[in-house]
């Protein structure tokens, strides 16, 4: 596994948290290495997650609606270095994974 640094915009790391939690809740069975790193990465982005939403909640208390709007906007647009664990895509295996799935885990998986 290689640690991979790549710079994200806030919606996208939101959304990611959102993903992971929705789709892997600990039903899906994974090699244990593949399960290792990937739970590594669900912490971190659901962390960096709820971070990004404590910020749109502290924007929210604002009572001037189009300052909220503008803010708003601009904490998603606004992007950071994230790090993340890199998966070999012969490490999954023959595991069956949704569709949804794959697409949250697509860009932490290096292909052949």
Not at 68 to 80: A, F, G, R, W
């Amino acid at each position: 596994m290689k640690k991979i640094t790549q710079t994200m915009k806030n919606s996208e790391i939101y959304m990611l948290a959102i993903g992971f939690l929705k789709n892997f809740d600990g039903e899906t069975t994974l090699p244990i290495k593949v399960n290792f790193y990937l739970t590594k990465n669900k912490q971190y982005f659901v962390r960096l997650g709820a971070q990004i939403d404590e910020m749109r909640k502290k924007i929210g208390e604002n009572p001037d609606k189009e300052q909220v709007k503008k803010e708003l906007q601009n904490l998603s647009e606004l992007e950071q270095e994230v790090s993340f664990y890199q998966v070999d895509l012969e490490d999954f295996g023959n595991v069956d994974l949704s569709m949804e799935q794959i697409e949250i885990l697509q860009f932490m998986i290096k292909e052949e």
